[in-house]
Structure formats: structure tokens, C-alpha cells
């Protein structure tokens, strides 16, 4: 297997309980002192974090009690040797962004929703991360006449500048993802994270997170969207994971459904460096609704079984005969050269 050069994390959603839109949960909760104990136990390196889950029921809660609360988790994650990746405001739950969170039409459900992105800022600084996570949820429609798009721009533009201003050394990470549950987002792809940060205040600090699913639902190859966000050095997170065409997101074991879409992942990031100024691989992977508790953490385990599978067969990818094969244009055999590769 390839040397282990990397450095993984997952968060505590990951060890989900089974529920869909249509049943009920299929595994008992866990607390989350158990989970922190299984990614340790695994070997991984660090956790993320949405703002709940480092601090549950935080709307209800001062910043004086959020604060001693989030340095109590950093005590206890130093003291497990796990360092937190990112924090992410989850605002998708509340009933103030049941129509969006920075572009909702109402002026006080926008202004809730940068508050508690400032908040999660502060406990990404407590926390000892300078990552925060947007997964842009709600931001976009299902009804097109219900916003009007150029304004829903601006809107993101200031909710971003709020938080940029907030605190001189946070980096957002944007994490586009082109719809569920909205119809369709405002910031579907990785290309309109990177314009959006452009006409922020900071654009230096604003990047981008490319999870392998979301690029797949967009209908694009996640290595490209690799490509193109380390081409602006604004890759700073990754949440690799499958995806079995369009239908409903997956969250499926890194490479389930596409083997070599997942190759072509990390020959991505190995050509371009991922990691090398720290960045995490992140698996936002969930059991299947059938795994049993017994199972219950082989997604985690797998997805990096395949990752590292996978990094042994970029690097042991016949570089000069590819390179010859292209010189060639014969793309027939490069096509066979990579499929007996995968096989062999
Ligand atoms: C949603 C998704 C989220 C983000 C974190 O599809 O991927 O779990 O990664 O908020
Ligand atoms: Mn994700």
C-alpha cells in the first residue's frame, strides 16, 4: 500500500444512523465522545465540525457559555491528539433559513443567519482552525420568480465581506453543490465559488471545498473541478465520496460507484500537490441504511482503503508511455492502458 503521506478526517454525521426521507433511523444514536473515540481509534487526524456539533443547541446559548463549552472541546480533542479541520454554520435547520440563510427575502432571517456565521467563526478560532465551512444549503430557489438572482449575488458578497471583516485570519471555504435541497443553487460549481470570492473585500481568503458527489450531480468530473481550484491555489478542503449518477446525494464510499473517476481524483490532487500546505482529505461518506452497527465505521475504513489503493496506482501509472501514447493521439490504447491498469 502507498506510504500514508496524507492526513484524513471525517465528522460526526459520518457515522450516521440510517435515516431517509422516507424511514425512520436503523442504528441506535452514539455519543459524541464515542465518535471522537472511533475516528481516533482509526487512525484518522482530525474532525470536522458543523457549529452544533462542537456546540449542541447553540442558538439558545450566549457566546459565555459557547465559549467556555469550545474551549472544553479543545481541551478534549488536545488531549486525543485530534485536531478540528473546519467549522461550518449548519444553516439549513433553523426556521429562520426555511427560505435561505444570506439571501432570504426577509432582512431578519439574513441578518440571523451572518450572526451565527460570525459565532462559528469564533469557535473556529477557539477550536484552533482558520477554516470556515459554507455549505450554501438554502441559497437558491425552487422557484425562480421567488429571488431575483443578481441580488441574491450581492447579498452573498456582503454576508462574505461580514465575515471576512469579522476576523482577519478566517479563509472560507466555499462548498458548492448544484441542488438538494434546493431546485437550483446560486453557487453550483467550483468556477462560481472562485468568481464570487473575486468580488469580496478579501478574495485572497475566500476558496473553496470540492466534495466528489456534488461535482458529479453538477454533472461535471470531479478532477477537473480539482484541477480548475488548485490552478487558483483555492483548494482548501476536499470531501471525496461517490456518487451514482443524478439521482438523490449519496454520500457512497470513496470509488463505489466510479472507480476510475476516483483514480482520475487523485492522480488530480497528486499532480497539483493537495496536502502539501496542510489541507485535509476529508471523507464525507455515509453507511448504507442496511449496514448493521457491527459495520457501522467500514465506509470510513474503506473509502481510505481505496484512497490509498488508489494513490498506489497513480504513482505506479506508466507516466512515459502515456505521454507517448498522447504524442501519438492514440487514445484507444491510452483508454486500454488505463482500464488494464485499474484491473491489474
Ligand atoms: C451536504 C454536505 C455537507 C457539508 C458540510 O451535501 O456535503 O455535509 O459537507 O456542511
Ligand atoms: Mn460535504
Redesign the pocket.
Known sequence: MAKNTHRFCF?P?NISEGQDPYGPTTRPAQTFDWKLDQLKARGYDAM?F?DDDAIPDIDGKSWAVISKEAKALKKRLDDAGIAAEMV?P?LWFSPMTVDGAYTSNDPKCRRYAIDRSLRSIDIAKELGTDIL?L?L?REGTYLRESKDGRKSVELLVQALDKMLAHDKKIRIAI?P?PN?PMDHAYIPTIGHAIALAHLTRDPKRVGA?I?S??CILAGLDPADEIDFAMAFGKLWSL?LNDQNGLKF?Q?KPFGSSNLRVAFNQVRAMERNGYGKNGEYICF?VHPFRTTKVDHWLAHLDNSRKTFLRLLEKVRSFDETKSKQLIADRDYQELDQMVIQHLLG
Open positions: 465528522g454525521w470536522m458543523h461550518a449548519r465551512v455549505w444549503a462548498e453543490k438538494e471545498l466534495e458527489a456534488h470531501h446525494d454520500d464525507d
